[in-house]
């Protein structure tokens, strides 16, 4: 147990306590849980004090619930002013860490390792008129803590968030985050006429079929918006999605005559993993 301290509080409902936190982990009490459908769910934690990061970022997280927990990276869905940190997860049936996290509560603790990274952060894009953020999936989750950042609104004119899914439950939680926006007391104001929301299902019947990519390429997504296709004067971009589907949207920002961006090196795109495959 050297490397560990002890934590007086309560663990995963009804596991025992007390309970081993890694060195450099914080200890953060669910406050709530939503569950989307049987895949996924979002969670809220408490947020220690002196925790920084910027809205995109990534973080590991973890359970208390070995002598070495199982840590994977989860993007922040939360903006970085909010007093909590949000997360919206997946649930995969035998996976390492969702199999257990799927089942937390509020009162239960998560572990969070104190360096939170990432590149889709407005500081990679170079100033613009409109930044188009497309998420398959899980993917949703950085641009929920970006759309909710007032730097991203003072940053650009136009925000547009396309969310891609299988079914037509898996965009609930993105439409329940943007409706709340239009009525927030802080950015409501400043979201009005600025954040447009563009769903697209490919498995089921929905006003909006198809891969985003393919929207891209045949033109729809553009005219549906009533927007001049993507070009590099004024349009910026940042992906998240499955490893297919951030090569095939980065090959068309590509096309489209934009660059690839950096932390070090600001550009036109960026792009972060949803998932590893
Ligand atoms: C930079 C980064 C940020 C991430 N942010 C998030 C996030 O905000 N929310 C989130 O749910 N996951 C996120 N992930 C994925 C996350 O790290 C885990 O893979 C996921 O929580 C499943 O963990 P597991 O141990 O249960 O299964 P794992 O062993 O990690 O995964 C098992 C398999 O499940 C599939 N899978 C894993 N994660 C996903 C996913 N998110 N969507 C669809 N299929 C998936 C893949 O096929 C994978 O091989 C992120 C990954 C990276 C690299
Ligand atoms: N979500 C579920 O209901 C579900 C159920 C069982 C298993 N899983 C497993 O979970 C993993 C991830 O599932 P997911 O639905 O979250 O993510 P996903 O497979 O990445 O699909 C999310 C959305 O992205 C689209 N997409 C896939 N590849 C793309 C590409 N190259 N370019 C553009 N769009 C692309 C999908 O369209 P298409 O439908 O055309 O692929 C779908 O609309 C998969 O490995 C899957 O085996 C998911």
């Not at 590991?60 to 903006?79: E, Q, T």
């Not at 004024?234 to 499955?242: F, K, L, N, Q, V």
Request: aromatic letters at 8%.
């Amino acid at each position: 147990m050297q490397d560990a301290m002890t934590i007086e509080t309560p663990i995963l409902a009804g596991a025992p306590s007390p309970f081993c936190v890694p060195k450099g982990c914080y200890a953060l009490t669910v406050t709530d849980v939503q569950h989307y459908t049987d895949t996924l769910f979002r969670f809220r934690v408490t947020r220690p004090q002196e925790f920084r990061f910027r809205s995109g970022e990534f973080v590991m997280i973890g359970l208390p619930n070995s002598d070495k927990p199982v840590f994977r990276a989860y993007s922040v869905a939360s903006p970085s002013w909010d007093e909590e940190l949000e997360f919206y997860s997946i649930k995969v049936p035998d996976g390492p860490l969702t199999e257990h996290l799927q089942k937390i509560q509020p009162g239960d603790t998560v572990i969070m390792r104190k360096k939170a990274t990432g590149t889709l952060v407005n500081d990679a894009l170079l100033p613009g008129k409109r930044v188009w953020m497309f998420a398959t999936g899980t993917g949703l989750a950085p641009f929920a803590s970006l759309v909710r950042d007032p730097e991203t609104y003072d940053k650009f004119q136009t925000i547009v968030l396309v969310h891609g899914c299988r079914t037509v439950a898996e965009l609930k939680y993105g439409e329940d985050l943007v409706a709340a926006l239009k009525d927030d007391p802080l950015i409501g104001e400043m979201v009005d006429g600025k954040l447009l929301h563009y769903t697209t299902v490919t498995r089921e019947d929905h006003p909006r079929q198809g891969r985003i990519t393919d929207l891209i390429t045949s033109g729809k997504l553009f005219e549906d918006l009533g927007l001049q296709p993507m070009g590099p004067e004024e349009d910026r971009a940042m992906i998240c999605g499955s490893m297919a589907m951030l090569r095939d949207t980065k090959d068309l920002c590509l096309d489209h005559g934009m660059s690839e961006g950096a932390n070090n090196k600001p550009g036109e795109f960026v792009v972060e993993r949803a998932f590893v495959d």
